[in-house]
Protein backbone atom coordinates (compact mmCIF):
# COMPACT_ATOMS: atom_id res chain seq x y z
CA UNK A 1 0.00 0.00 0.00
CA UNK A 2 1.16 3.26 -1.21
CA UNK A 3 0.34 6.66 1.24
CA UNK A 4 2.26 9.79 0.84
CA UNK A 5 1.91 12.11 3.08
CA UNK A 6 3.07 16.23 2.51
CA UNK A 7 4.75 17.15 6.13
CA UNK A 8 7.40 19.24 5.73
CA UNK A 9 10.45 17.89 8.16
CA UNK A 10 10.80 21.75 9.43
CA UNK A 11 8.92 24.50 10.42
CA UNK A 12 9.59 27.73 8.11
CA UNK A 13 10.98 30.57 10.32
CA UNK A 14 7.98 33.05 9.32
CA UNK A 15 5.12 31.26 8.32
CA UNK A 16 3.14 34.25 8.43
CA UNK A 17 2.93 34.21 4.45
CA UNK A 18 3.79 31.57 1.87
CA UNK A 19 2.84 31.28 -1.87
CA UNK A 20 1.30 34.28 -1.42
CA UNK A 21 -1.49 32.92 1.04
CA UNK A 22 -1.92 34.68 4.72
CA UNK A 23 -2.36 31.77 7.48
CA UNK A 24 -1.64 33.95 10.38
CA UNK A 25 -3.56 36.78 11.91
CA UNK A 26 -6.90 36.12 10.29
CA UNK A 27 -10.12 35.62 11.54
CA UNK A 28 -10.04 32.44 9.21
CA UNK A 29 -7.26 31.46 9.85
CA UNK A 30 -7.58 31.62 14.16
CA UNK A 31 -11.18 30.16 13.54
CA UNK A 32 -8.76 27.11 11.50
CA UNK A 33 -6.67 26.80 14.24
CA UNK A 34 -9.11 26.56 16.92
CA UNK A 35 -10.87 23.76 15.53
CA UNK A 36 -7.47 21.79 14.52
CA UNK A 37 -6.67 22.03 18.19
CA UNK A 38 -10.28 20.49 19.03
CA UNK A 39 -9.35 17.14 16.44
CA UNK A 40 -7.52 14.20 18.29
CA UNK A 41 -7.82 12.11 14.77
CA UNK A 42 -6.82 13.18 11.10
CA UNK A 43 -9.82 14.82 9.21
CA UNK A 44 -10.41 15.91 6.06
CA UNK A 45 -10.73 19.23 4.69
CA UNK A 46 -14.49 18.35 3.85
CA UNK A 47 -14.82 17.36 7.30
CA UNK A 48 -12.99 20.37 9.12
CA UNK A 49 -14.79 22.90 6.51
CA UNK A 50 -18.30 21.06 7.81
CA UNK A 51 -16.74 21.76 11.40
CA UNK A 52 -15.89 25.59 11.03
CA UNK A 53 -19.43 25.81 9.30
CA UNK A 54 -20.79 24.34 11.81
CA UNK A 55 -19.08 26.71 14.77
CA UNK A 56 -20.65 29.18 12.37
CA UNK A 57 -17.27 30.36 10.81
CA UNK A 58 -18.31 31.91 7.16
CA UNK A 59 -14.69 30.60 5.70
CA UNK A 60 -15.04 28.62 2.31
CA UNK A 61 -13.59 25.24 1.17
CA UNK A 62 -10.87 26.17 -1.10
CA UNK A 63 -9.90 28.76 1.55
CA UNK A 64 -9.74 25.88 4.34
CA UNK A 65 -7.93 23.76 1.83
CA UNK A 66 -5.29 26.79 1.06
CA UNK A 67 -4.74 27.09 4.53
CA UNK A 68 -4.53 23.42 5.12
CA UNK A 69 -1.63 22.90 2.60
CA UNK A 70 0.43 25.82 3.83
CA UNK A 71 0.06 24.75 7.82
CA UNK A 72 1.25 20.82 6.20
CA UNK A 73 4.28 22.75 4.43
CA UNK A 74 5.38 24.87 7.36
CA UNK A 75 4.98 21.65 9.97
CA UNK A 76 2.06 22.92 11.27
CA UNK A 77 -0.05 19.97 10.16
CA UNK A 78 0.62 16.70 9.77
CA UNK A 79 -1.31 15.33 5.96
CA UNK A 80 -1.65 12.06 5.09
CA UNK A 81 -3.53 10.05 2.36
CA UNK A 82 -5.63 7.30 3.60
CA UNK A 83 -6.12 4.19 1.56
CA UNK A 84 -8.62 5.99 -0.62
CA UNK A 85 -6.22 8.70 -1.74
CA UNK A 86 -8.16 11.25 0.20
CA UNK A 87 -5.62 13.86 1.93
CA UNK A 88 -6.21 13.73 5.94
CA UNK A 89 -5.18 16.61 7.90
CA UNK A 90 -4.42 16.98 11.90
CA UNK A 91 -2.33 19.78 13.96
CA UNK A 92 1.05 18.54 14.63
CA UNK A 93 2.10 16.84 17.48
CA UNK A 94 5.98 17.42 17.49
CA UNK A 95 8.45 19.21 15.13
CA UNK A 96 10.93 16.09 14.65
CA UNK A 97 10.67 14.02 11.84
CA UNK A 98 8.07 11.30 12.02
CA UNK A 99 5.48 8.92 10.81
CA UNK A 100 1.82 7.70 11.80
CA UNK A 101 -0.15 4.16 12.37
CA UNK A 102 -3.31 4.58 11.53
CA UNK A 103 -6.45 2.37 12.04
CA UNK A 104 -8.00 1.68 8.49
CA UNK A 105 -10.95 1.33 10.84
CA UNK A 106 -11.81 4.25 13.46
CA UNK A 107 -9.12 6.31 12.37
CA UNK A 108 -6.98 6.45 15.33
CA UNK A 109 -3.20 7.37 14.21
CA UNK A 110 -0.62 7.55 16.54
CA UNK A 111 2.69 9.39 15.60
CA UNK A 112 6.07 7.19 15.84
CA UNK A 113 10.17 7.46 15.02
CA UNK A 114 11.40 5.33 12.73
CA UNK A 115 15.46 5.24 13.06
CA UNK A 116 15.30 1.40 10.60
CA UNK A 117 12.99 3.54 8.10
CA UNK A 118 15.79 6.87 8.33
CA UNK A 119 18.69 4.31 7.53
CA UNK A 120 16.73 2.51 4.84
CA UNK A 121 15.61 5.77 3.18
CA UNK A 122 19.52 7.53 3.28
CA UNK A 123 20.63 4.02 1.85
CA UNK A 124 17.80 3.67 -1.04
CA UNK A 125 18.76 7.06 -1.92
CA UNK A 126 22.83 6.68 -1.67
CA UNK A 127 22.25 3.68 -3.90
CA UNK A 128 20.15 5.67 -6.31
CA UNK A 129 22.92 8.85 -6.48
CA UNK A 130 20.25 10.87 -4.67
CA UNK A 131 20.71 13.65 -2.39
CA UNK A 132 19.15 15.89 0.07
CA UNK A 133 16.00 13.37 0.18
CA UNK A 134 12.91 13.60 1.92
CA UNK A 135 10.37 10.61 2.99
CA UNK A 136 7.20 10.05 3.82
CA UNK A 137 6.12 6.67 5.51
CA UNK A 138 2.21 5.85 6.51
CA UNK A 139 1.50 2.39 7.88
CA UNK A 140 -2.15 1.77 8.04
CA UNK A 141 -3.60 -1.73 10.57
CA UNK A 142 -6.10 -2.24 12.98
CA UNK A 143 -5.35 -0.43 16.22
CA UNK A 144 -6.03 -3.03 19.64
CA UNK A 145 -10.17 -2.08 20.21
CA UNK A 146 -11.07 -2.55 16.32
CA UNK A 147 -9.05 -5.55 16.21
CA UNK A 148 -10.51 -7.23 19.03
CA UNK A 149 -14.46 -5.99 18.11
Not at 10 to 32: E, K, N, S, Y
Not at 70 to 90: F, H, I, P, W
Not at 97 to 106: A, L
Request: with cysteine.
Amino acid sequence: MTSHAFRHPTRQADPAFRGGTRVRGTQQAAALSRVLADLSEFRSAKDIHGELRRRGEGIGLTTVYRHLQVLSQDGVVDALRDESGETLYRRCRTSTHHHHVTCRSCGHSVEVEGPAIERWAERVAAEADFTAINHTVEIFGLCRDCASA
